[in-house]
């Protein structure tokens, strides 16, 4: 570097500007995806959510209500003048410049479409300044605890919802079975050897379970009476998960606020499922998205106020959802035009539709659902057993060493194979050969984890990797069986870089589209899949066939909408992905 | 975990635990032996429905022939694979032109002149881009892109069109070329680095001179891998380049030379061995039709040609890794 | 036992063996037996044609120069060798009267009853009653587990420290205290030799001090083999010293007042006076 400072002569001037030159230029090329990418994103988002026609007033006013007591609130977590200075001036500068550039560009160049200095201001200023600030925000006591409660807010309803589609396609009453005859003694058993110190009564739990699960598949084709769905979902999921969370705290708090945590969500959710039964709602889902968001959230709560630290951060959802209520009663009282977005409730729980209006994507969604978690499941087991298997169970060299080699060469090219010939597989594999069905949900399941599964095998294969050496020679010298070592010492260590590679990898599962079109999922379906070979649509099958439609509410506004949901769902995943290294790395 | 002499002992350990260490390490090699069958699997599906259709249509025809129409509608099917070349070279080679600069400019930039902070943002970042699913990318070509560019440079550009499908493609690859090039560019020695400062020599200089011929067979891997990448990309050419199998119009310059203009090929609407892999999923996917064995023929070619554009950018990137 | 901390940083040519009285004196059985002992890396020679018997319920130091190839000899006796493809092992170790190279031994079932140390203190990141209780979970014990784990943790002095946080994961401990869960963890399941690989060689002398009078207390049920490039600390608290020297090759073994007062070999004296290695 001391050289690209001028030197005396004229020589160190010329070859310093080049070198200036190039170091911008690279900077730049490396943004200009990024920023490609970007601006794509702006246009669709303000499709999507019809923000052109936002008039200033209702954008100042959620601007008031919403974003600024969020901003204050992160300033407030961060804690550091230093901070808070830059932000406003962020803030403060951004809005006379991009007021003044936009103004001039419209003036003196092109006229920009759809777009006007308050979006541009919205998009190009705030979403940065409020993304860098929750950031910051975040490391704060107070904001870790306000988003670690959101988060446990949005998860829950998220995991409830999935698991409600689940029971569409999976019959909840051989769940009852099976649950009541071989999960429960199972997780009894262990739960019991783990308590009284008792190898043998652990060493029991899977043939117990097992013969558990057999016998519930033997006894749904006898049994003909079984409790109503709400009653089964409450049995088997909100009863445990409620106890989970009792236990959970009861460890450390007492009697009481075991009692409260488990207790009081799970009272609110059974009311709040009856009362869903009797207004028409899908009951079961109510109690399960009610139940996954009350008790996780409960036993933060316990925990924090356990802590005592950043309780502040507990009112984060009150100071949103006070915002929302605000802004929508100052727009009501003083009658701003509000836009209409394509993406709203009713564009997730409609299905497809001929009229741009009516359009929804709630089939796909299930669709998508469904796929991911079978591929999931699949993948998973697959990845971790090829993982294990090739950093665990085979030596470097001799012949089980070049097959060794000759495996890993294979896993590599298999990543770098097409996805369109993944669905030709399918197609030709799956669907044709073993028929399972064209275009049924398990054919596109199969075909999208052989896709996946390079990916998942790779990534495990890091995260086994990096489990120190030390840990193994330690579980071997004592005595441990391969089996014991890599159960015992291995997975639990390997397991965060194991999980985040596994949902990295469904990342690409869901938005993948080419091996769907291959193996002939159904471009619309109107209704919900109700089993593994019933003909279902995805996501991105769904976002493809709209693209299509010629007319403009289409192009512009539900494919937007679908498009916005398909990457709030990717960002979620991913961001949960991301969340779970990191703290993995920061545990260990 | 190499222990490969592990003899039995009856006398100290008991035939169930032995039949369970076996049950697992049976478990995982099946596991693992699912990967290989997934190769054999991919290989023998494409070939054995790939040889009916060659019985009926010949390699030489296939190989040679300019008119690509499996389902025409007044009769006379057409399987000839060279306007879909043209199609994929088209797409690939548009791509390339911007993958390529740009990613390489990328590495140079994370690997030379980035802050370990910027760096640490960027990388993560830049990874976003071959995350997004393609099917977006395809829609954001139809809708924004061609509209945009109609607007402004290309007025006479039909609404399906290779250049903005080619666009979204590159983009999409950068982060191939980045993430290899700057591997390799990270694995140059600092030592190299420090002699050409020694000499005087600027950062420019180095990072040019220096490091990006010593990272050389890296890079050139990486842009192996995009290219290979580009050729199998499949939504976004399906959304936004449309499906018209055609040849370029070949006109004569100055003097008889035939040319091609390029607007010609890059403003119209094209098809890929892709594209028309997945028209033909319009129709009957049951089997045992001409149209649907060709799918399998294309699938074959374009299996062929990633595997041993794969096979060549490893062998590259091997040397590199030798080197140092 | 009383001067042991004392002289930590003494190099001095004239170390004082400490005399183990209370056990020096009877003869003691066999524990571990080498006979014709070779190992080979791939074609380099790592053990040459060594034969000692070790006795049981005594510490055992093995010295030598770096690369002599004591590390070697004692992860032969475990049979931790045979993860390292490309060792290969010619001659006997009697384990028991038993060679434990025989076609029909399960080097599993072997490291059952040989307990082992390692350089760097690796505990699992388990809690602390998990680490402990790790060789009982995995042979199936089916007795009371947190009395055995409560009596390692003593066998191994730590009890006090931790007897209040027992479920907190054992990475918190400090580095000593590490090791010394190390031991417990490899006492748990009554092992019948412990196997030392440098145990002190990452610990800082107070925490290498209180290892070693540990040590010596273990002899006390346990047969000790030690390896150690520390001379002080194998004529503190060994028995018997086998002194390699490059080559794999065991110049001599005798009782460790002997070894460090009068040697019989000059190489050895050479070595343990500090003119070679």
């Keep these: ?588 | 975990m190499t222990d490969s002499t592990e003899s039995p002992d009856l006398s100290r350990r008991g035939g169930l635990t032995r039949l369970k260490e076996g049950t697992y390490g049976g478990l995982f090699a099946a596991c693992a032996a699912i990967t290989l069958l997934t190769t054999v699997a991919i290989f023998v599906t494409l070939l054995s429905d790939a040889l009916v259709f060659f019985r009926s249509v010949p390699i030489a025809e296939f190989l040679t022939g300019i008119n690509w129409s499996p389902n025409p509608a007044g009769g006379g099917q057409a399987f000839g694979i060279i306007p879909l070349l043209i199609g994929t070279l088209t797409v690939t080679i548009t791509a390339a032109f911007i993958s390529i600069p740009i990613g390489t400019l990328t590495a140079i930039y994370l690997s030379e002149y980035a802050t370990p902070n910027a760096r640490s943002i960027l990388k993560p970042l830049l990874e976003i881009l071959a995350g997004i699913p393609t099917v977006v990318y395809g829609y954001f070509a139809l809708v924004y892109v061609t509209p945009a560019l109609k607007a402004t440079l290309f007025p006479e550009m039909s609404t399906f069109n290779a250049l903005a499908a080619s666009i979204m493609v590159g983009i999409m690859t950068i982060p191939m070329v980045s993430s290899i090039s700057e591997d390799a560019m990270s694995a140059v020695p600092d030592e190299l680095r420090q002699a050409g400062y020694g000499l005087g020599a600027t950062k420019f200089e180095v990072s040019t001179g220096i490091v990006v011929p010593a990272s050389i067979s890296g890079i050139a891997s990486s842009y192996i891998l995009a290219v290979s990448r580009a050729i199998g990309e499949t939504m976004i050419v399906v959304v936004a380049m449309g499906a018209q199998a055609r040849m370029p119009e070949i006109q004569e310059a100055l003097f008889g030379i035939p040319f091609v203009n390029p607007a010609d090929v890059l403003l119209q609407s094209g098809m890929t061995i892709t594209v028309a892999m997945v028209q033909i999923t319009g129709g009957d996917l049951t089997g045992g039709t001409l149209p649907y064995n060709s799918m399998f023929a294309l699938g074959l070619a374009l299996f062929a040609v990633t595997l041993v554009m794969n096979v060549i950018s490893d062998i590259i990137a091997q040397r590199y890794r030798e080197e140092y | 036992m009383s001067n042991t901390t004392s002289d930590d940083s003494l190099i001095t040519t004239e170390v004082q063996a400490d005399s183990n009285d209370d056990r020096a004196a009877p003869a003691a059985g066999t524990a571990v037996a080498a006979r014709d002992l070779d190992v080979f890396y791939g074609d380099e020679q790592a053990i040459d044609d060594v034969t000692m018997e070790i006795p049981e319920k005594r510490v055992t130091a093995l010295i030598g120069p770096s690369g002599c190839g004591k590390s070697t000899f004692l992860r032969c006796i475990n049979r931790m060798n045979d993860m390292i493809e490309i060792c290969r092992v010619e001659g006997d170790v009697e384990f028991g009267g038993k060679n434990v190279y025989d076609g029909d031994v399960d080097p599993v079932a072997l490291r059952r009853k040989i307990g082992m140390v390692f350089q760097k203190p690796n505990p699992f990141p388990k809690s602390i009653r998990d680490n402990v209780a790790y060789g009982l979970k995995i042979q199936g014990f089916d007795g009371d587990v947190d009395a055995r784990v409560e009596e390692s943790l003593k066998g191994a002095a730590l009890w006090d420290e931790v007897k209040d946080q027992l479920d907190s994961s054992g990475l918190e401990l400090s580095g000593g205290q590490q090791q010394r869960l190390c031991i417990a963890r490899a006492i748990a399941p009554d092992p019948e030799v412990i196997l030392m690989d440098e145990p002190t060689s990452a610990l800082d002398p107070v925490a290498a001090s209180k290892i070693e009078d540990l040590i010596d207390d273990l002899a006390e049920e346990y047969t000790v083999i030690i390896v150690t490039h520390n001379m002080q600390q194998a004529a503190r608290i060994s028995d018997r010293t086998a002194v390699f020297l490059t080559g794999g090759e065991l110049v001599e073994y005798d009782d460790t007042a002997k070894i460090f007062e009068d040697p019989e070999e000059q190489r050895v004296e050479d070595y343990i006076t500090g003119k070679f290695g």
């Design chain 1, 1 to 588: 570097m001391a050289t690209d400072n001028a030197n005396a002569d004229g020589f160190g001037e010329v070859s310093r500007v080049r070198g200036i030159v190039f170091e911008y230029l690279s900077l730049g090329a490396s943004v200009f995806g990024l920023v490609a990418l970007g601006v794509l994103l702006v246009y669709v988002a303000i499709d999507a959510f019809d923000l052109a026609n936002a008039s200033p007033e209702w954008l100042l006013t959620y601007f008031l209500t919403l974003v600024v007591p969020f901003l204050a609130f992160c300033l407030y977590s961060a804690d550091d003048a230093a901070v808070t200075r830059r932000a406003l001036g962020a803030l403060g500068g951004g809005l006379v410049a991009v007021a003044a550039l936009f103004t001039a560009i419209e003036a003196l160049v092109v006229p920009i479409p759809r777009l006007n200095w308050q979006l541009a201001y919205l998009f190009v200023v705030a979403a940065p300044v409020t993304a860098y600030l929750a950031y910051v925000g975040s490391g704060g006591r107070v904001g870790a605890v306000g988003f670690g409660l959101l988060g446990r807010l949005v998860g829950g309803v998220a995991v409830g919802l999935a698991a409600g589609t689940l029971f569409l396609v999976f019959d909840p009453l051989l769940w009852f079975l099976a649950y009541t005859l071989g999960v429960l003694p199972a997780v009894g058993l262990y739960a019991l050897g783990r308590l009284r110190s008792s190898p043998r009564a652990q060493t029991a739990t899977v043939p117990v379970g097992l013969v558990g699960l057999v016998a519930a598949a033997f006894l749904r084709e006898v049994v003909a009476t079984y409790p109503s769905d709400l009653l089964i979902y409450l049995w088997t999921i909100a009863i445990p998960v409620a106890a989970a969370g009792a236990l959970l705290v009861g460890d450390r708090r007492g009697r009481t606020a075991a009692v409260a945590v488990g207790g009081a969500p799970l009272v609110v959710a059974t009311a709040g499922g009856f009362l869903a039964s009797s207004a028409g709602l899908p009951a079961p889902t109510v109690l399960l998205v009610l139940v996954l968001t009350g008790v996780p959230t409960a036993v933060y709560v316990s925990r924090v106020v356990d802590a005592g630290e950043g309780l502040a951060g507990l009112g984060l959802p009150f100071l949103l959802a006070g915002g929302v209520i605000a802004g929508a009663l100052v727009v009501q009282t003083f009658g701003f035009p509000t836009p209409e977005p394509w993406l709203d409730g009713s564009f997730l729980t409609a299905a497809p539709s001929r009229t741009p209006t009516d359009a929804g994507l709630y089939p796909a969604i299930v669709g998508s659902v469904i796929i991911i978690a079978l591929v999931a499941v699949l993948s998973f087991a697959l990845g971790v057993g090829t993982s294990v298997f090739l950093e665990e169970y085979t030596p470097g060299t001799g012949p089980l060493g070049t097959l060794t080699r000759i495996l890993q060469v294979n896993v590599a090219n298999l990543a770098a194979v097409p996805s369109v010939v993944y669905g030709l597989l399918g197609l030709g594999l799956f669907a044709n050969l073993l028929g399972l069905g064209i275009g049924t949900a398990v054919t596109a399941a199969l075909t999208l984890s052989l896709l996946i599964l390079p990916i998942t095998i790779i990534s495990a294969q890091e995260a086994i990797r990096s489990v120190p050496d030390d840990l193994r020679r330690g579980s071997d010298a004592m005595g441990a069986t391969r089996w014991q070592t890599t159960k015992n010492v291995v997975l639990p260590e390997a397991m965060p870089g194991i999980l985040t590679g596994t949902i990295l990898a469904l990342g690409r599962a869901i938005g993948e589209t080419a091996p769907l079109i291959m193996i002939g999922a159904a471009t619309t379906v109107f209704r919900a899949p109700d089993s593994l070979f019933s003909r279902f649509s995805a996501m991105p099958m769904q976002i493809y066939t709209w693209a299509g439609f010629p007319q403009a509410d289409f192009r512009y506004g539900v494919v937007a909408a679908g498009v916005i949901t398909l990457l709030i769902i990717l960002v979620g995943m991913n961001g949960t992905a991301i969340l779970l290294r990191n703290r993995a790395e920061r545990g260990s």
